[in-house]
């Protein structure tokens, strides 16, 4: 019940293109739904995050969609760029930022 | 922004040393802290939660006699690895949430091999 489940667990977008990466849950305490970026041999960056009592969220070219009564939500990236080549992470947490469960994590390539 | 640093980034030790890993909040207090690892191409597992002025807790499964954890200011918690041994190389990485902020901010990770 405490896990995060993530997928796919790679994915090959061109340039332009609007990757997609969804996580479920099913923890009803779950309170915070962050998500993360990470570039090999660093740590995670935090992305963009959403509360439950929002249906989507947008940051920049970055935009989580929340779906409370399926217990999933999902990160999209407009006009994905070769930068945005890196591993994604979902996470969850019912203690605010604290004590985060992580998603397996999604390796994005973004072809030129 | 928030900057939370970790020290060292990379370190070789022979089986049976100890390593200290430091993870310091550089423009912020941080009262918890909290210590993940991190396997090749593997998502973050936590492994416990460093309270300052008190004793860290332990995730289930994580031996804490061996993975020792010390957060004796508002800006420095410390994660020893003990008796090092092969199966303890991995990528350990902190976080830290500012007091004023409910947001966890990632050190840059410590990569660990037990030679």
């Known amino acids: 019940q405490q896990q995060v489940k993530q997928s796919p667990q790679s994915l090959i977008v061109q340039k332009g293109g609007i990757p997609i990466i969804n996580c479920a849950y099913e923890?009803?305490?779950?309170?915070?739904f962050p998500w993360y970026q990470q570039f090999p041999g660093k740590g995670p960056a935090l992305l963009i995050a959403i509360r439950p009592d929002v249906s989507e969220k947008k940051e920049g070219r970055f935009t989580i969609s929340f779906n409370k009564s399926a217990k999933q939500f999902s990160l999209h990236i407009m006009d994905s760029q070769p930068g945005d080549s890196a591993t994604y992470f979902c996470?969850?947490?019912?203690?605010?930022?604290?004590?985060?469960?992580f998603g397996q994590g999604t390796r994005l390539t973004i072809n030129p | 922004g928030a900057v939370v640093s970790q020290h060292p980034s990379r370190v070789i030790c022979k089986s049976g040393t100890s390593v200290k890993i430091e993870c310091r909040s550089l423009d912020f207090q941080a009262t918890t802290m909290f210590w993940y690892r991190q396997f090749p191409k593997k998502s973050l597992m936590l492994m416990a939660t460093?309270?300052?002025?008190?004793?860290?807790?332990?995730e289930q499964g994580v031996e804490k006699d061996k993975f020792l954890i010390n957060h004796a200011s508002l800006t420095l918690s410390t994660l020893t690895v003990t008796s090092a041994h092969p199966e303890d190389s991995s990528f350990y990485i902190c976080?830290?949430?500012?007091?004023?902020?409910?947001?966890?901010?990632f050190g840059q990770g410590t990569r660990l091999t037990v030679v």
């Open positions: 976080s830290a949430i500012p007091n004023h902020r409910p947001q966890a901010f």
């Open positions: 996470a969850a947490s019912s203690q605010g930022a604290q004590k985060l469960v």
């Open positions: 923890n009803t305490a779950f309170g915070y």
């Open positions: 460093s309270n300052e002025g008190s004793k860290a807790t332990y």
